[in-house]
């Protein structure tokens, strides 16, 4: 039931790249991503409703696959501060704003 | 304006006490969340309150957690007789109403003993 995130950790160094996927076994209304840094409580970063839309900000961006039942981060030419652990959130078809948080995904990004 | 608040920031208690959190949402805020987020795990969530519906409990784990919200404001977390497992930080989260973006509070870093 809870959406299972990977990789589980990725190690970058500034100015690389990363994709992170949150695949769930049940329909989905929406998703959301949060990141939280150590010892903060989470951050909203973006949130998608659509099957297939794709939203960004700055150099993060993600997409929402209702078929596949998946979604993924994208975070490009990364910085220090996207350092993190980053979580989805799903939300079941009711659209009941219950959300489930996925497992995870821990990002570093090295100088 | 003014985050999620909670309080207090740290709690120590000793095993089989009942412990007390609370929350105060944004203001205007309609929905509150509550989640648990055991060391290096993610976000566990345990119950919902929106306006004066009768709050999704289904996350509670067992029957020592309870919680409360007075109209559309503060909340409290009651968890009674304590067990070493409830060790872990207790997150608050507020979002305005048909909103799905949520503002978390700093949470509750309770430790049983």
């Known amino acids: 039931q809870q959406p299972v995130q990977s990789p589980q950790a990725v190690i970058l160094r500034e100015g690389e790249d990363a994709v992170i996927n949150c695949s769930s076994s049940?329909?989905?209304?929406?998703v959301h991503w949060y990141r939280q840094k150590h010892g903060e409580a989470p951050v909203f970063l973006m949130i998608?409703?659509?099957?297939?839309e794709q939203k960004g900000h700055d150099k993060i961006s993600a997409s929402f696959n209702e078929k596949k039942q998946q979604s993924s981060l994208y975070l490009t030419a990364s910085q220090l501060s996207y350092s993190g652990t980053y979580f989805c959130?799903?939300?079941?078809?009711?659209?009941?704003?219950?959300?489930?948080f996925g497992t995870g995904t821990r990002l570093k990004v090295l100088a | 304006g003014a985050g999620v608040s909670q309080s207090p920031s740290n709690k120590v208690t000793e095993k089989g006490k009942d412990v007390e959190l609370r929350c105060d949402p944004i203001?205007?805020?309609?929905?509150l969340y509550w989640y648990r987020q055991r060391l290096g795990q993610g976000l566990e969530f345990l119950i919902y309150f929106q306006g004066n519906s009768a709050p999704d409990k289904s996350g509670l784990p067992s029957d020592r957690f309870s919680a409360e919200r007075t109209g559309e404001s503060v909340s409290t977390l009651t968890i009674q007789r304590t067990q070493q497992e409830d060790s872990a930080v207790y997150l608050c989260?507020?979002?305005?109403?048909?909103?799905?973006?949520?503002?978390f509070g700093p949470g509750t870093r309770l430790t049983v003993t």
């Open positions: 998608l409703l659509k099957g297939g």
């Open positions: 989260a507020s979002a305005r109403t048909g909103g799905r973006e949520q503002y």
């Open positions: 203001s205007g805020h309609t929905a």
């Open positions: 049940k329909a989905l209304y929406s």
């Open positions: 959130g799903t939300e079941t078809p009711k659209g009941d704003y219950k959300y489930i």
